[in-house]
């Protein structure tokens, strides 16, 4: 159950329904937006309908809610979300492309992938100062050093900066320098780091796990919001099958099926699904397609030589069909590609 208050309700008003709530035995989590205050309940529903709620002062409406993510739930929140980062949106009616370097390697390698990035109708910058690797003896990024080369760049190029954060004890650094952060797919369910970026006060972009269900991902979602950020986009970035001939496997229903789901925005992941470059364009019309409110893809200025998967990265040839896919498919879908 979810109880919505009144855009003008007090923190008594929301501080009473709590009480109420949890002397009847259920839990109550208080979710702040910037228009209002949403509050989802825990517990025995049938005696949540007894307690009178939609007649205590601030009380706007009372939904029952089926789902067990409350906050993130579209049964909740009937409107599609928009989720602004620096300015740029991710939602309906637009379509985004975030790109840049896999992983923060130099100022010069990070400044001209955002170049490309942005020739290619890019408004949002990604690129990876800490990279949770499979391998211990792969390379992990520059950490604090790579956090201040994406602030350069971000200065020079006016590009917001999409970045991974990996442990909550880093999340405070991270979103001092980054516009939105990160939580990659080996962290979904890492709870006590999805509780921080809860609590950073920044937008944060949850990959989905490897082998995660679309429950588990939402409920993933939930632990942010709890926190009192809905501020979330869910990114389909591949799941682990039996297939080999692709690093993951695009599950491309997870975007219409989640956008039935959940007011969030679902932005998918061509670099990291198919693997290799020469998958990425053809994924990325296939997002288009079915209706992704944006995608994150990886460039290079000198792929051979990245620190960190190269197959896949864009350059050349590759990300000029980028940015015309970017340019020509979204309004086909009844969207514009998002410019600055």
Sequence with gaps: MVVVMRRDATAAEVDAVVERVETAGGEAFVSRGVQRTIIGLVGDVTHFASLNLKAMPG??????????????????????????????????????????????ETPEQTLEAARMAQSAGATLLRGGAYKPRTSPYAFQGLGAR???????VRAETGMPVVTEVTDAADVALVAEKADM??????????????????????????????????????????????????????????????????????DVSAVPVLQALSHL???????????????????????????????IVD????????????????FGDDLDALAAACRDLPPVVGRRLVTR
């Design 59 to 104: 009380v706007g409406d009372v939904h029952r809610v089926s789902k067990p993510y409350k906050l993130v739930s579209r049964e909740n929140h009937p409107t599609s979300s928009v989720v602004e980062v620096g300015g740029v949106p991710i939602g309906p009616g637009t379509f985004t492309l975030i790109a840049g370097p896999c992983a923060v």
């Design 146 to 152: 790579g956090l201040d080369i994406l602030a350069d």
């Design 181 to 250: 952060l990160q939580v990659g797919t080996r962290n979904m369910q890492n709870f006590a780091l999805l509780q921080a970026v809860g609590s950073a006060g920044r937008p944060v972009m949850l990959k989905r796990g490897m082998t995660a269900t679309y429950d588990e991902w939402l409920m993933a979602a939930e632990y942010v919001a709890q926190r009192g950020n809905l501020d979330i986009v869910l990114c389909e970035r591949g799941i682990r099958t039996f297939e080999t001939g692709t690093r993951n496997t695009l």
């Design 265 to 295: 925005p679902v932005v998918v992941d061509p670099s990291h699904s198919g693997g290799r470059r020469d998958l990425v364009v053809p994924l990325t019309r296939a997002a288009i397609a079915v209706g992704a409110d944006a995608v």
């Design 299 to 314: 460039v290079h200025p000198d792929p051979t030589a990245a620190l960190c998967d190269g197959p896949q990265a864009l």
